[in-house]
């Protein structure tokens, strides 16, 4: 079939995005599900800082490549294999496919399946082959997902069935943001009722993390960022203090606010200077997490003495150390119940057509989270 998807042939063109139009709109060739997958209709996908580390080159992928991983839709038609979705199904779409078999998979890491790393590397489907075509060039898979696009075919292990009452806009936001932010306190740092957190970085990420931590029963929630907007947003939903990251000062004022550090720092910028910031302000015994995924040649550097003599702890958390299938209906549900109120991140949606104005946005810091809508 024929679609419209959004294609990126060259990374690093340079902002305003709007000028340079990294992403072209291109009429494509679909393939129909093969074996253990299945078409969607994408309704909504976000925009997110791991797209735009792609267009910015500071996280390289193959080229030519249909951008987008943070999606959600509608089935459409499913391939040889797949029994437990049917058409008219909603989804959620996870962009680490689980093969289920290796390692990592067997310890209930699927966020780190050997597989589906490779797959995403390569700009494939999980089984190593693509179905996205223009003329006889093939177009790379993004993350396996590919959503900003009409439709797209998908893993099966790549999507996660869930309820028809939540607006794509929103449900869309649980296969990205909400699962690496939350999942980071709840699975990743374990964070405990009465503890005390931080949140360096008020993005998609960071202000769904800031919402784990009021689910999680933290007792005070510290949010930095250099966006007043944010900042006032952070204050209503939940942070008990807020720091501007521009003031020089602010390593020392959150210290000090805490008693010499927070339990738990959470980094999600994606950015050395909020990596630092994040372990400074972790107290002795505490335990610093970055979600963040900065270019690969860039260093965070830390006094070693410090691991041992304060016993600090420091974590990467990839896709929130989630179980999709598992944790993203868990989240819906709470934010069902009012409890985990991510409808407050979206700043806004886009159509197709205007991805690289909504990419501009991203890049300026002006939008926790913009969603592609169809």
């Not at 997958?37 to 797209?51: R, Y």
């Amino acid at each position: 079939m024929k679609i419209r998807a959004a294609v990126l042939h060259e990374m690093k063109l340079e902002a305003p995005y709007a000028i340079s139009q990294p992403l072209k709109i291109e009429q494509l060739e679909l393939d129909a599900p093969k074996y253990g997958e299945v078409l969607v209709q994408i309704k909504a996908t976000g925009l997110c800082h791991s797209d735009l580390s792609v267009i910015n080159g500071s996280r390289p992928r193959v080229m030519p490549m249909a951008l987008g991983h943070e999606a959600a839709g509608i089935v459409v038609e499913t391939g040889e294999g797949v029994t437990d979705l049917k058409p008219g199904d909603h989804v959620v779409c996870s962009f680490v496919p689980s093969c289920g078999h290796c390692l990592p998979c067997q310890e209930g890491r699927p966020a780190l399946c050997e597989p589906g790393a490779q797959s995403n590397t390569a700009g494939t489907l999980l089984s190593g082959e693509r179905r996205l075509h223009a003329g006889n060039q093939e177009i790379h898979h993004h993350l396996g997902v590919s959503g900003f696009a009409e439709y797209a075919v998908i893993a099966r292990n790549s999507l996660v069935k869930v309820d028809p009452d939540v607006p794509f806009e929103q449900v869309a936001l649980f296969g990205c943001a909400v699962m690496t932010g939350v999942g980071a306190v709840i699975n990743t740092a374990r964070v405990e009722a009465g503890s005390t957190v931080a949140v360096v970085g008020l993005g998609g990420v960071g202000l769904s993390a800031l919402l784990g931590a009021v689910v999680a029963g933290a007792r005070r929630i510290v949010a930095v960022d250099l966006n007043p907007n944010k900042l006032e947003l952070a204050k209503q939903l939940g942070a008990t203090d807020v720091f501007d990251s521009r003031d020089p000062e602010t390593v020392q004022k959150i210290r000090a606010a805490t008693n010499g550090g927070v339990d738990y720092a959470f980094e999600t910028a994606g950015a050395v200077p909020a990596m630092q910031v994040a372990y400074q302000i972790t107290r002795r015994g505490g335990t610093t997490v970055t979600t963040g995924l900065p270019d690969p040649s860039h260093q965070f550097s830390f006094p070693q003495v410090t691991l041992t003599a304060e016993e600090r702890t420091i974590k990467g958390s990839y896709v929130g150390s989630c179980v999709p299938s598992r944790d993203i209906p868990r989240y819906i549900e709470l934010f069902k119940q009012g409890r985990l109120p991510v409808d407050r991140i979206l700043t806004g949606t886009v159509s197709l057509e205007e991805l690289n104005e909504g990419f501009d946005r991203l890049h300026k810091g002006e939008a926790s989270r913009i969603v592609m809508v169809l």
